[in-house]
């Protein structure tokens, strides 16, 4: 039998195999875009120190059955129904340094995770609910997320897009990020805390200009709540903010 991770990374292996070696369809072809930007964010989740980080754009699709970016990772979508999609998808989640207010902590290592959404779109409108549990690194446990986004081609150069989110995150997945474990506590002066899951809520929205036929321009902006335990560690409570907002500006070409 294949463990847990094991699974994963043979479903990763699928996956990849399916998007590099898919044949060509008549009316589905690659579309590529590549550039670059900088986002202006949170140290690490909870933080209220902000820095800003170069970012990479990087956008491969395949019609409407496989494509790839630095945000949503490796997707897959096995199930088109009208306007239905049911996708599995690898991608990654963020752990946590052990830098500046946090040194007296274990880094928390991020990794790869595995994962299935099922996604319905309306006009312009689109809904979709997700399940997702890390394969690698530090962080255990799982997360579920319901999301809305509006998105829509304002004039032949404009575009904008935006749309809430719910997330929660399961017991492990929170005392992996939140908790502090007895010896974290001496080290660090902050309390013994062991939390269970939390909701995260939050609102997103970007905002396209295309310069030419393949250069475009994009501004995003995104701000979200920590709620529960999490607002409750001291890492949120003591050191950082529980609510979290990000900006960044990107330049692309597509080919």
Do not use: H
């Amino acid at each position: 039998m294949l463990s847990k991770r094991g699974k994963a990374c043979s479903l990763a292996t699928s996956l990849y195999l399916l998007v590099f070696t898919a044949p060509s369809v008549a009316g589905e072809e690659w579309e590529t875009s590549v550039g670059a930007g900088a986002i202006y964010a949170p140290d690490y989740l909870g933080s209220d120190d902000y820095e800003t980080r170069p970012w990479p754009v990087l956008r491969l699709s395949y019609g409407d059955r496989f494509s790839f970016n630095v945000r949503d990772g490796l997707v897959w979508n096995a199930i088109r129904q009208g306007s239905w999609r049911i996708a599995p998808f690898i991608g990654y989640t963020p752990g946590r340094d052990n830098e500046d207010d946090l040194e007296r902590l274990e880094k928390v290592d991020g990794g790869a995770l595995a994962g299935l959404r099922i996604a319905y779109t309306e006009d312009a409108w689109s809904y979709s609910a997700t399940a997702q549990t890390p394969f690698t690194g530090d962080v255990d446990g799982y997360q579920l997320a319901l999301k809305a986004q509006w998105q829509d081609q304002l004039s032949e150069q404009w575009s904008a897009s935006f749309g809430p989110k719910l997330t929660y995150s399961s017991k492990d997945w929170t005392e992996d990020m939140f908790g502090i474990s007895p010896d974290e506590s001496v080290r660090s002066g902050l309390s013994a805390y062991s939390p269970d899951g939390y909701f995260r809520f939050g609102l997103t929205g970007s905002l396209g200009y295309q310069l030419t036929a393949q250069w475009s321009v994009a501004a995003i902006a995104g701000v979200s709540q920590l709620t529960g335990d999490a607002k409750d560690s001291p890492i949120v409570d003591e050191l950082g903010d529980a609510t979290q907002a990000y900006t960044g500006l990107f330049t692309s070409y597509s080919f």
